[in-house]
């Protein structure tokens, strides 16, 4: 058992790498076989399809970003330093697996299965979900309210975040999501809260 779980964990990793070092390419799997030092027959014993290879990367996803975002939420009390607690662990995240940035902008899913592309816009309504609800409770507990209403403040925050994955992954990894983040955080949180203080 632990061989088989040990084998797809290697699989999954050389797929992320193979998206890392090869930008705008798709991957085969005659390719990943070869990557992974193993026929395309032993790649189907652990999953069934490529597109299951590419579910396993979005799970992995998922859970790394969720489960943080949990603790985030269990440590940190104030709104203002949630979301940027949340939106900082996306982007460094990013930075630290080029490779699955390419799957979170849509890149490394051209001509797959819809299902893995409404996965990754699953991935991003909850975190979505996620900001609007700070960002609703914010008023209630620190009288602290967005310039704009609830849903339109969490977009913007988050498709900052995304646009800056985005550019990484047009950059071919050069630009970095967290690169002068902390310059810009105070100035977008203070155009979008009334009363909000900046965490440092």
């Known amino acids: 058992m632990t061989k088989k779980t040990s084998r797809r964990q290697q699989i999954l990793e050389s797929l992320a790498h193979m998206l890392e070092i090869s930008p705008g390419e798709r991957i085969t799997t005659a390719r990943l076989a070869k990557e992974v030092g ?20 979005i799970e992995f996803i998922e859970e790394t970003i969720f489960s943080r975002v949990s603790l985030i939420l269990n440590d940190e009390p104030q709104a203002v330093a949630r979301c940027e607690l949340i939106l900082t662990l996306l982007l460094g995240f990013s930075e630290r697996n080029p490779g699955l940035c390419r799957i979170l902008t849509g890149d490394a899913l051209a001509g797959e299965t819809e299902r893995l592309r409404n996965r990754v816009a699953q991935f991003y309504d ?63 949180v203070n155009g979008l809260m009334k009363e909000a203080l900046v965490s440092s």
Do not use: C, D
């Open 38 to 57: 193993v026929s395309e027959a032993a790649l189907y014993r652990h999953f069934p399809s490529k597109s299951k290879m590419f579910e396993g990367l």
């Open 126 to 188: 909850r975190l979505e979900t996620q900001l609007k609800q700070i960002l609703r409770e914010a008023e209630m507990r620190e009288g602290v309210r967005t310039t704009l209403p609830v849903n339109i403040a969490a977009n913007l925050l988050l498709s900052t975040a995304e646009g800056r994955i985005s550019q990484f992954v047009r950059s071919e990894f050069q630009r970095k999501p967290t690169e002068n983040w902390q310059s810009q955080w105070p100035v977008l």
